[in-house]
């Protein structure tokens, strides 16, 4: 069984990107009226429903959504975690996120799944649902075009994870290592007792949806080491080590983050998880040494150690895993994963229109006066 995992808040903003010019816009002056808010999570459905009928639905549907992040409790220097984001004062995003929690409100009483849990972040929500799910034997697509859930492409034993970026303009599938080998192209012996091992329509169904975009292998570890090296701009997460020289700051690029891994598949480290990996001294110290040596700066045993540090907090802050999600974070995730769980199945139209039924968001459309049959009369 498929399941499709939705990053809610990546669909919210990327549409209203659309709908608000791409321009910074004050959401309570672009969705100020009752009909702008119709208009706009019409578009949410229309692209949904759209991209929901390109994949196989036959398990759950879950919209997850954020709530106020642990990780902005976790100490940078210059800042802190999403530092960066939009902070004016004039700028009012209640009608946005309103909406959002009406419209996973209602998908709920639609049939689908509506994940939020304080605390925690969508892409909690995404992990902790994707691990469940295919540590029962099921397998997950999760629909986000944030670059952070690439991390989330893994097998869970015999069961996978895959993450689509649906937007039009960068189709992009990130899948694990051998997804295609190991799963999507492998034949299965069928016998004449049974013959649905050989006719999966699911696999189908995915054959022909991944010939249309560009697929992308990864390997979680290796993917998350190189970003950890190198921070996130968009998150305000710097990188393992900045030097200023002059009005430059000098960072490990993505380049000099390449050549840091190409070196770690070579070492004794080659094969280690990464949860030993940021824990063994002997490692830090490599990693870290070679870091500030890339960079041109004094390698010296106080720089290590403190680009050590960084490191092990940028691993906090980007490695989607319960060893790194506070306790009461992932004891309230399970919570909702039980509740999620517990709803009963309902048969999911994924029509855009009907999808909306019983909304005011639904458009009313009134027959032209030359179709009135009675117009005479």
């Known amino acids: 069984m498929i399941n499709v995992l939705i ?28 009909n702008e808010q119709s ?20 398990g759950k549907l879950v919209f997850a959504a954020d709530s106020r992040s642990w990780r902005k409790d976790v100490e940078i220097e210059g800042g802190g975690y999403k530092s960066n984001r939009v902070k004016d004062d004039e700028v009012d995003w209640t009608i946005f996120y309103d909406l959002l929690g009406s419209y996973g409100d209602h998908l709920e009483k639609m049939g689908f799944i509506f994940s939020k849990v304080n605390g925690a972040e969508g892409d909690d929500l995404l992990y902790f649902w994707a ?66 091992s050989a006719m999966n329509p699911d696999k189908e169904k995915l054959k022909v949806f991944i010939n249309k975009m560009q697929v992308n292998e990864i390997n979680p570890r290796d993917f998350i080491f190189t970003k950890m ?9 710097p990188g393992i080590w900045e030097i200023e020289s002059g009005s430059r700051t000098q960072r490990i690029t993505p380049k000099k983050a390449e050549s840091i891994l190409e070196s770690l598949k070579q070492s004794k480290w080659a094969n280690s998880p ?11 110290d490599w990693a870290t040494g070679f870091s500030l040596r890339l960079l041109k700066d004094i390698d010296s ?36 994963l039980k509740r999620g769980i517990s709803l009963p199945r309902k048969s999911i ?17 009134n027959a032209p006066s030359q179709f009135d049959p009675f117009k005479n009369y």
């Open 229 to 237: 090296l190198v921070g996130d701009k968009g998150d305000a997460v």
């Open 7 to 34: 990053d809610g808040n990546y669909i919210f903003h990327k549409t209203f990107g659309v709908f608000g010019g791409y321009g910074s816009k004050n959401p309570g002056d672009v969705l100020k009226s009752e």
């Open 301 to 336: 045993t106080e720089n290590r150690q403190k680009a050590a540090s960084n490191l092990q907090r940028n691993y906090k802050l980007m490695w989607l895993d319960k060893e790194v999600i506070p306790s009461d974070v992932i004891e309230d995730t399970i919570d909702e």
């Open 39 to 58: 208009m706009f999570i019409r578009k949410i459905s229309t692209d949904l429903c759209s991209s929901l009928r390109s994949i196989p639905t036959g």
């Open 274 to 284: 990464f949860s030993d990996l940021i824990e063994d001294s002997e490692f830090l």
């Open 131 to 196: 691990d469940y799910l295919t540590s029962k034997g099921e397998d997950c697509i999760i629909i986000s075009g944030d670059k952070d859930l690439h991390q989330l492409a893994r097998w869970n034993n015999e069961n996978w994870t895959i993450v689509w970026n649906a937007n039009s303009k960068n189709n992009v599938l990130s899948i694990p290592e051998g997804w295609r080998e190991e799963w999507l192209d492998k034949n299965e012996q069928a016998s004449i007792f049974e013959m649905g």
């Open 349 to 365: 139209t994924l029509d855009r229109v009907k999808i909306l039924e019983g909304t005011s968001w639904i458009a009313k459309q």
